[in-house]
Nanobody
Framework: QVQLVESGGGLVQAGGSLNLSCAAS????????MGWYRQAPGKQRELVAA???????NYADSVKGRFTISRDNAKTVVSLQMNSLKPEDTAVYYC?????????WGKGTLVTVSS
């Protein structure tokens, strides 16, 4: 099994930056892709960005050019650098791990962008 712990959320003004981190522990060898999802009030959870074990990345159109996902060499920490934040980026951000085809989730961290 895998445990995921997020950190780095908070309140920021529009145009500002935040960096989210997700630390994975447990049977990390079997983790394939990791990523970040977000859920705004009244909306469905959506993919923000993902990165595979080989380093391939995928981004939602709404964050391309503003957000960057990265993973450390030990593949235990995945980070999301968020720049040029907009009020519509306000949401709870969840870390996700694809563990042998099963999804594991962190508890989420709140990002609030004020206008």
């Amino acid at each position: 099994q895998v445990q995921l712990v997020e950190s780095g959320g908070g309140l920021v003004q529009a145009g500002g930056s935040l960096n989210l981190s997700c630390a994975a522990s447990g049977s990390i060898y079997w983790i394939n892709a990791m990523g970040w999802y977000r859920q705004a009030p009244g909306k469905q959870r959506e993919l923000v960005a993902a990165i595979t074990r080989g380093g391939s990345t995928n981004y939602a159109d709404s964050v391309k050019g503003r957000f960057t996902i990265s993973r450390d060499n030990a593949k235990t920490v995945v980070s999301l650098q968020m720049n040029s934040l907009k009020p519509e980026d306000t949401a709870v951000y969840y870390c996700n791990a694809d563990y042998v085809g099963m999804d594991y989730w962190g508890k989420g961290t709140l990002v609030t962008v004020s206008s």
